[in-house]
């Protein structure tokens, strides 16, 4: 007899993208941003205590519930602080969908998606973006489906486009479903769907430490709805899924708002740079609301090699080997020296 | 129509022991280790870059793997490292145990098991300990119970008894399903279960850094198997559940082995020490291989009233209001200092 369900030894766990050792590499494959954290949140960190490491944290991550409260204008029982957004996402799907129960996501979106799902064996219905040249648009009757959960990128990763929040109210009125709105790059974007949250009880937002507020190597993350919801997703978390060092940080890093939109200014100025820069160079670019951007290589022109010919020059950029995306790579917004750097290998290896 | 699986509807999440914000509060209630880390954990903390914090972490945690595998005489591929142990029983209760499938577990034990078997809407098997006087022994028969995963905590918590390695040997080699050894107080205890992972493919270890190494605040567990099935775990698992913060920190302080193994003696000898005094006065008490007790309270006294007492005196201990513990107080194991006010509160209550 096999130790584990017939649905996990079928599966293949998620593949996160590379993660090398090597500082000198330029890295602009897995959408960190390429600014440090807050410095307040750097002295956080320095400040922990030998009695604060030695105690257990608090269940509940309050200082940071508190603090994301405030920023946002919701009462503190509207928020769940997670482990990263990740964790956000398997205490969500746990929640609302059992086996065989429907989970339904657009595509392409997050890879992880379809990961959560069959990990649950629940029924998985992906639902494909009606793509328009370089529009990334809900399908029709998308709110009419039938699943326990709907997940959406917004903006979208791979795509970096951007649903409208009208779009959304309309699905979230139509859906009878939970739909998880995920904002993991929305710092990036002109418009998020917070104020969904007043009207749809049916609707969740998950918000992330990592991207717009460089922390990716604390895994922060949060989740946003009406408090009834939080208040049984409470049930399904870890009892201290926030260890003290990261409520600490994290608290500190959203608290210096002026410093994260300082870095979100300068990401955004340099991703239209670069997304005229690579137009001009032949590639084609959806218009991005997030700090990547998903260039389709010039006519003729091979994407997995040019993936392979940037890594050789120590560039990591994304690519994936999935249906619709086999002729893109996605590209991080990296430092102004980072981008230049990568257009100037481009222009290279092009040539 | 609820957002909610019923089963999730129906549970009641796990509470967790209180986490007063007051430092003043002695604090016998949670089984922390009453001295704070190793200082090379303070020292890897406050030496964290920017840009560790900015980047995304190992997802395998790869620095901790090596150094676990080095202390246990294992191989890397044996190690899954997590965030916390309660995040490793997530894991492998939904590897192992889908809906409907039985997840057995020892009472009086972990009063998370049967919220984790909830959640999964798995069917709990609650089997009790054969209780002959102060000492707490596996059923018989116990072997031979059909269930996908059987949770045994050694030394058990809230005993503090501990099940001779021979034993769980017995079990495993007849038991159909996953043995988990839940040792997260193994450091206090004369021997462990790690011999049997050589000879029992159906054995996992769970080990934390939140006892033996006074890291609690910082969530940090680990799991011990053969290859095979720690490579099914990593597909349920975050794809980066330890940050880059808490590698450093549980790394550091793991290979200061010669100051945790001090701490350890420390308690045991207090751990002995406070058990003869609070027999002396009348307590009935297992002997524990633990960081804490269980102590019966004299004939004719009221557990609840004295958790109370002791409560309004700003000394903390952990009382459970379920079936066969209601005469009982689980009492960590603290400094001297601590424990003689412990004492000498006691001492006073009940004269």
Same mark, same amino acid.
């Given at each position: ?55 257990? &944290?608090?269940p509940d991550a309050r200082a940071f519930r508190l603090a994301a409260a405030k920023v946002h204008g919701v009462s503190p029982d509207m928020i769940i602080a997670t482990n990263g957004g990740d964790e956000l996402l398997s205490i969500v799907v746990r929640a609302c969908a059992g086996e065989n129960d429907t989970i339904a996501w657009l595509e392409p979106g997050y890879s992880l998606y379809p990961v959560l799902a069959a990990m649950q064996a629940a029924r998985p219905m992906p639902v494909q973006y009606e793509l328009q040249g370089n529009d990334w648009k809900l399908p029709n009757g998308l709110a009419g489906i ?8 917004? &903006? ?33 974007? &002109? ?161």
């Amino acid at each position: 007899m096999s130790l584990v369900r017939s649905n996990i030894g079928a599966m293949h766990g998620y593949t996160p993208g590379e993660q090398p050792g090597d500082v000198s590499v330029i890295k602009l494959n897995t959408n960190e941003n390429p600014y440090p954290p807050s410095p307040a949140a750097i002295e956080a960190i320095r400040q922990v205590t030998p009695e604060q490491l030695r105690r257990y &944290p608090q269940p509940d991550a309050r200082a940071f519930r508190l603090a994301a409260a405030k920023v946002h204008g919701v009462s503190p029982d509207m928020i769940i602080a997670t482990n990263g957004g990740d964790e956000l996402l398997s205490i969500v799907v746990r929640a609302c969908a059992g086996e065989n129960d429907t989970i339904a996501w657009l595509e392409p979106g997050y890879s992880l998606y379809p990961v959560l799902a069959a990990m649950q064996a629940a029924r998985p219905m992906p639902v494909q973006y009606e793509l328009q040249g370089n529009d990334w648009k809900l399908p029709n009757g998308l709110a009419g489906i039938s699943a326990k959960l709907l997940l959406i990128v917004n &903006p979208n990763a791979p795509s970096g486009t951007l649903v409208p929040v009208e779009q959304l109210s309309e699905l979230a009125a139509g859906f009878g479903g939970l739909l998880l709105v995920d904002e993991a790059y929305v710092d990036f974007a &002109p418009q998020s769907a917070l104020p969904l949250l007043q009207r749809h009880s049916n609707v969740i937002l998950l918000r992330s430490m990592s991207k717009g507020y460089g922390l990716a190597g604390l895994r922060f993350g949060y989740g946003i709805a009406q408090p009834g919801l939080i208040a049984e997703l409470n049930k399904v978390r870890d009892s201290y899924p926030c260890d003290a060092v990261a409520i600490g940080a994290a608290t500190a890093a959203l608290q210096d708002q002026p410093y994260a939109q300082r870095t979100w200014q300068r990401v955004i100025a340099e991703r239209e740079a670069l997304t005229q820069k690579l137009r001009a160079k032949g590639f084609s670019i959806p218009s991005s609301h997030s700090n990547f951007i998903l260039a389709t290589v010039p006519a003729g022109r091979d994407a997995a090699a040019l993936y392979q010919q940037l890594k050789d020059r120590n560039i990591l950029v994304r690519y994936f080997a999935l249906p619709g995306l086999r002729d893109k790579l996605r590209i991080t917004i990296g430092t102004p020296e980072q981008n230049s750097a990568l257009l100037a290998a481009i222009t290279s290896l092009l040539s």
